[in-house]
Structure formats: C-alpha cells, structure tokens
C-alpha cells in the first residue's frame, strides 16, 4: 500500500511545475487549450464513470432491462453526446489560437542542435539577435516564425501557447502572448539528439516595446 501512494503521489506531483505547467496559463492562447484541457478530462472522467457504472451493475443481481437502453441510450447517445462536445470544444479552440492578420509583432525562432536563435526588430528597424531568450511585448499577439537548421525540433512555452514543430526548409508559425511582464520557460519537446534534454531557453515579456538594445543583449 505504501509502494502504490508514493507512486500514485509521484504520478500527481510530477506535473506541479509552474515553470513549464500547461495548467498555469499565462496567456490567452495557454488559456484556451488549458480549458480545453479540461473539457477533455471532463469528457473522459465522464465515459470512465458510465464503465465503472456498468461494471458495477454486471456483477449485481440481473435485471429486467430492455437491451435498446444499453446499446442506444448508454453505449451510443450518451458516447456520441460526450465526444460531439469534445470535438466542439477541440475545433473552437484550433480556430481560436490560430495566427490571423491582425498586425501581430512578428519575432523569429531559429532552431539547431541544441539551442535556439531569436531575433526581433528594433525600434530603428535593425535586426536584434539573442542565443536562447526570446523577447516579446506584453499584452499583445506575437507570431513566432520557427524554422530550424538541422533536424526537426518543436517550440513549445507551456505558459503562453502549444506546440509547434521547427522543421527544415519550411517556416511554421505559432502565436503566443503573455498577460503580464516576467520570464517564461520553453523547451524544445521533439526528441533530436543527445543533448536534447538541455534544449531550454527562456521568453522575457516586457511592458516596453521594442525593449532597448542594451536590454535585450543581456
């Protein structure tokens, strides 16, 4: 019993980290795939409870019930209604977080065995270059241009938004945005190498924008 609760605490906790916790959002985009996150637990702790349900009820004394209740009512009304809703809920939220036309800041991320490469423009219009730390405004959309050197990576901020593979010869884009000034955590979450475990880097969110030059070299 012990061996069972320390792994079942284990199980619990190893998700708890704030710094890369898809269930801390810090964003709008975060937000809605957080939610999202939800509604499916909802919807699967709901399917789970009709089988536990039913599993229960086999082992009871028989009933009298007509067939058409479990193979109409349970096992195909009452799964469509859970699922229809799921994929609602999973095509609302695709659409919502999708990069759009709307003057978004536009920063680049540039992927290679094991680190990454940003840039953003400056308030002059030249090109500020930075090794893994990204800088973004706050409160504002920003859509990441991820390309990639070698192999295919993936961008991810936990906080801000979802995945988005970096894969050679093409540019993906990915929108992320962040409530309030602060450093967020990312990494690269597609195995590409043997240092892959130490490809972070970090996101500086700052309330003035474009951050200044000196800023932004350090």
Known sequence: MRGASAFIAFALLAGCDTGLSTLAPAGP???????????MLAGATLI???MVVLLVVAFGRPKDTGSRVWTHGMGL?????????????????GE?????????????????????????????GTAVEST????????????????????????????????????????????IQADEAGEYDGLCAEFCGLNHA???????????????????EQ
Not at 29 to 39: E, F, K, Q, T
Not at 77 to 93: I, K
Not at 96 to 112: E, G, L, M, S
Request: proline share 6%; no cysteine.
């Open 29 to 39: 985009v975060a937000a809605d795939i957080a939610w999202l996150w939800w509604v």
């Open 96 to 124: 919502r977080i999708q990069p759009r036309d709307d003057d978004a800041v536009v920063v680049r991320a540039h992927a290679f065995q094991w680190g990454w490469e940003f840039s953003h423009e400056a308030a002059d």
């Open 198 to 216: 130490g490809m972070r880097f970090s996101v500086q969110a700052h309330a003035n924008w474009p951050p200044d030059l000196k800023e932004a």
């Open 132 to 175: 893994d730390l990204l800088h973004i405004p706050v409160g504002v959309p920003v859509d990441v241009l991820i390309t990639s050197e070698d192999v295919i990576h993936s961008f991810w901020v936990p906080r801000l938004a979802g995945k988005m593979d970096a894969i050679p010869g093409r540019t993906n884009r990915t929108r």
């Open 48 to 50: 789970t409870v009709l």
């Open 77 to 93: 009304w009452f799964s469509l209604t859970v699922l229809t809703a799921l994929l609602a809920a999973g095509l609302w939220v």
